[in-house]
């Protein structure tokens, strides 16, 4: 990967620290990869002819530039919070939001989840190949619900992005030789979860909660796991640990490989489900309880992984790439 050797050149690598735990300095870049292969492409197909889709892009772009002055140096939270509300609200200006009361409070509710799936896509980018499996399962599955929705414009932004994290994932899967950063994870979250919110605009109540959940459903479960176990814990849900989803796995006895193809599953099978509503197959209602349901679930029986006590023989496979993991 070229962007990899540049990386090196001009040091941008993450390096080892107390709450890192890869041994050598890895460089970043890989999420500029992600974006450039993603927005160019797309760009040159879809020209700007319509308008929603254009405005992801541009506020994506911005997403993965900010992320990227983060990697190379640390923003403030509230820095990075004002320019990701910023963005997000120039895309639901642009007719992305969903539906629910009609009026202001629409847009409103609407920024909020794109700016909080945003981050807890970003927090999934914690453990070698996890969220580059992730997200080209999601992308595709999206994709062709959006075809489906008789979206094609967007089935191809979906599609380009699903192509650009697998050939990232080649270099991401571990032992990783690049990663991808804030610039990578904060601009896949935004595309994916804008998408998703595009997908459900003007839609029922079932369709809308299916289609919000679904894609995010792996980043919904790890943000509810971490901050349930933190406030029971005593812990500040803004400081960082190796207490996600994936760390709780490999605490199980789950290798690295099989943390990320295990979530990989997962994925697969909520994008399934979010198909299947959009062909008519799966009532949207039944699918909306039957996500919520396994959510809670899964995040109540992850809660009985033992994360912050150390056990001899544990090894954190993972890395925490950013100040607030």
């Known amino acids: 990967m070229p962007l990899r050797r540049l990386a090196l050149r001009w040091d941008l690598t993450d390096r080892p620290g107390e709450t890192k735990a890869h041994a050598r300095p890895t460089p970043y870049l890989g999420g500029l990869a992600i974006a450039l292969a993603t927005v160019a492409p797309t760009a040159v197909v879809l020209g700007l002819a319509d308008r929603r889709i254009t405005a992801i892009l541009l506020a994506a772009t911005a997403m993965a530039l900010l992320g990227l002055i983060d990697d190379i140096g640390s923003l403030p939270m509230v820095t990075r919070l004002a ?3 910023a963005a997000a609200s120039g895309v639901v200006l642009s007719g992305v939001h969903i539906t629910l009361i009609g009026g202001w409070l629409d847009g409103a509710v609407t920024v909020m989840w794109i700016v909080v799936m945003t981050n ?19 992308a595709t599955f999206l994709a062709g619900t959006a075809f ?22 080649v270099h991401n899967w571990p032992p990783a030789r690049v990663f991808m950063g804030d610039c990578g994870s904060l601009f896949i979250g935004f595309v994916v979860t804008c998408s998703a919110v595009l997908l459900v605009t003007g839609r029922g109540p079932g369709t809308l909660v299916a289609g919000l959940l679904l894609p995010t459903f792996i980043a919904t479960v790890d943000t509810g796991v971490v901050l349930i176990s933190r406030m029971r814990a005593g812990r500040s849900p803004l400081t960082g640990g190796t207490d ?6 490999h605490r199980a006895g789950f290798g690295t490989p099989m943390v990320a193809m295990t979530l990989g599953v997962i994925t697969a099978l909520a994008g399934a489900l979010c ?26 029986l992850l809660q009985g992984v033992n994360i912050y006590s150390p056990t001899p023989r544990d090894k954190a496979p993972s890395r925490i790439p950013e100040r607030l993991r």
């Not at 970003?122 to 499996?133: F, R, V």
């Not at 489906?148 to 994932?169: D, E, T």
């Open 244 to 249: 996600h989803v994936s760390h709780r796995l």
């Open 148 to 169: 489906v929705y008789g979206q094609p414009a967007l089935g191809v932004l979906l599609s380009v992005l699903a192509y650009a994290s697998l050939g990232f994932l």
């Open 275 to 300: 198909l299947a509503v959009a062909l008519g197959w799966a009532p949207p209602l039944a699918a909306a309880i039957v996500a919520g349901g396994t959510a809670l679930l899964l995040i109540s």
């Open 83 to 85: 320019v990701e509300t």
């Open 120 to 138: 807890s896509f970003n927090l999934l980018d914690n453990m070698d190949g996890t969220l580059g499996t992730v997200t080209t399962v999601t």
